[in-house]
């Protein structure tokens, strides 16, 4: 399963490179604290908006696991980026609930911005080294308990890096939404 629909909200699972999706409105970040560039997705994404998206965002830090802030897309194609800090796996105490956060919190600011279409990247499953079905589980079921909360989002986009990652969330998608 890649695709399923839920009151005229679409979650979708797209291999590829987050700071690539020119269709959609918003990128999530899986930032760090400091909201500054770094490795994996928050370094794909930095390189891509280019410099001034970390002078935009210098203010807005710190921020705390779970917790989401909006900036501009600067010279990525989105009009928004929604930087999440996911929680550090091992660390940062309740995992589940820390991640949770982050996927409510950044449709909570997609709402609030009137955003129809986001695109999450795994959070917290790479240098953070939450496991990556365990993140998958959170994700995936969070997102459909808030589907049916949502008036402006309509599109949900997970973009995958690699094939592994993108088996996971189809594993997980079909068991959620059978």
């Given at each position: ?79 928004y ?6 929680p ?20 909570k ?7 129809k ?62």
């Amino acid at each position: 399963m890649r695709k399923v629909t839920i009151n005229d909200v679409t979650l979708e699972l797209s291999k590829g490179d987050i700071a690539s999706q020119s269709d959609i409105e918003a990128v999530v970040n899986a930032a760090n604290a400091q909201l500054r560039t770094g490795g994996g997705v928050a370094g794909a994404i930095h390189r891509a908006a280019g410099p001034g998206l970390t002078e935009e965002t210098r203010s807005m830090a710190p921020i705390k696991p779970g917790e989401a802030v909006i900036s501009g897309g600067r010279n990525l194609p989105n009009k928004y980026v929604i930087h999440c800090l996911g929680p550090v796996y091992g660390r940062d105490k309740p995992e589940d609930k820390l991640l949770a956060f982050c996927y409510k919190n950044a449709l909570k600011v997609a709402e609030e911005h009137k955003i129809k279409s986001i695109a999450f990247p795994a959070i917290s499953t790479g240098a953070f080294g939450y496991p990556p079905t365990d993140a998958a589980e959170v994700a995936i079921k969070t997102i459909r308990t808030i589907i049916p909360k949502l008036q402006s989002v309509h599109l949900i986009r997970f973009v995958l890096w690699g094939e592994d990652a993108m088996q996971t969330h189809q594993d997980v998608m079909r068991q959620v939404f059978k």
